[in-house]
């Protein structure tokens, strides 16, 4: 059961947010062959203040080696 958890900045409409849910709800679908219902997408609003310590240092650099899409930043 795929769950997938998109974090970023505040901001975003909730039109951007239900659109964004919708599209990767569509794709796990069409790739992994999984039904609609065997899918959640959630959204967290991290501020730039605490992205660092709450985004980057546990999900992206404590666990690079479970990602496939890496950034083209660094903290």
Do not use: N
């Not at 951007?16 to 992994?32: F, G, H, P, S, Y």
């Not at 203040?49 to 404590?62: C, H, M, S």
Request: glycine share 8%.
């Amino acid at each position: 059961m795929p769950h997938v958890i998109v974090k970023a900045w505040p901001g975003k409409t909730e039109d951007q947010k239900r659109r964004l849910a919708e599209a990767i709800t569509e794709d796990v679908m069409r790739i992994l062959g999984y039904g609609e219902e065997s899918v959640s997408v959630g959204f967290e609003e991290i501020t730039s203040g605490r992205w660092k310590d709450e985004v980057y240092r546990p999900d992206i650099e404590a666990r690079s080696h479970t990602l496939y899409k890496k950034p083209g930043y660094v903290m």
